[in-house]
């Protein structure tokens, strides 16, 4: 693949950029930490794409973008004396947008399709939260976001989900030493939607997903089956057509997990017990809608 510098989308309306780098350690350690984008506007947009541009992809595990128009941010940040401030899980507090986009390794920017938007809101600030992965040297990061807005008539909006481990049947989400475990959630659909696309993420250990929509009529559609898990290789999975999740659907979530020494990816060695947790070391399930 080609990966061309600056902007893969076009010239955009709204860069908002880190103020200055900020250097990961290298000290083979996860870290979260939250940058606080002011975007200086005086009216919302609405937004047909959202493009984020790492600054250092070779540290960068994943990043989350939220909006906010509350000032909590700005408080925390003034309580941490360097460049931002560290935060594991979220924001620190509740934003007004807290899923409002996001980067996985492998992520390429797409527009919205037409008529469809997000928004931005006047006077917001972009929360930018870097999850930088173990690095055995330091390395500095300043990455950047690229908002292309929409036109007005382009009034259905955006609205995103996730299933993760409070939705599991099955649980609680824990996988002990030298065993294959598989996890079976559900989502039950309160409203009609139109489906835009997926995005299922896991660490190490996953393996294997299996994602379909039961309809109240007894239809099922499948939504995505991935047979090899790979961390390195994650994307946001765009349908060509809508998909109608009608009131009263359910969304079946499978997805197992290996935790054996024939996983040669495990990154645990000796084998220990495996939950949910931050590092790239612990796991997650979670399965973006």
């Known amino acids: 693949p080609l990966y061309p510098k600056g902007s893969q989308l076009g010239k955009p309306d709204l860069t908002v950029s880190m103020a200055e780098s900020f250097t990961h350690a290298g000290n083979n350690k996860d870290e979260y930490r939250v ?47 360097a460049y931002g401030y ?29 008529g469809i938007s997000n928004y931005i809101l006047p006077n917001s600030k972009v929360l930018l939260q870097m999850h930088y992965g173990p690095s055995p040297v330091a ?7 690229n908002i292309f807005y929409n036109d007005k008539s382009a009034n259905r909006f955006i609205k ?12 609680p989400f824990f996988i002990p030493a030298n065993t294959k475990r598989t996890f079976h959630a559900q989502f039950k659909v309160t409203s009609d939607y139109s489906l835009i696309s997926v995005t299922p993420h896991a660490h190490w250990l996953g393996k294997q997903w299996e994602v ?32 109608k999740l009608e009131k009263g659907t359910i969304i079946y979530c499978n997805a197992m997990y290996d935790n054996t020494e024939k996983n040669y990816r495990n990154p645990n060695r000796p084998l220990k017990n ?14 973006y809608f």
Do not use: C
């Open 35 to 81: 940058f606080v984008l002011p975007t200086h506007l005086t009216e919302g947009h609405n937004v047909k794409a959202i493009e984020i541009i790492p600054g250092n992809p070779k540290i960068a595990h994943h990043i989350i973008l939220g909006l906010d128009t509350t000032r909590m941010a700005d408080k925390l940040d003034a309580k941490d004396e």
């Open 86 to 114: 560290e935060q594991y899980s979220g924001f620190g507090f509740y934003p007004i947008y807290d899923n409002w986009s996001g980067w996985v390794p492998g992520n390429k920017a797409r527009f919205f399709p037409q």
């Open 139 to 145: 390395a500095k990061d300043s990455t950047t976001v």
């Open 160 to 171: 995103g989900w996730v299933i993760s481990p409070n939705d599991i049947k099955d649980g």
């Open 212 to 243: 379909y929509a039961v309809h109240p009529n007894g239809d099922t559609t499948h939504l995505i089956r991935v047979n090899d898990w790979d961390f390195n290789w994650q994307n946001f999975f765009s349908f060509k057509k809508f998909i």
């Open 274 to 287: 495996v939950a949910w947790g931050e590092s790239s070391k612990d796991e997650m399930f979670l399965f």
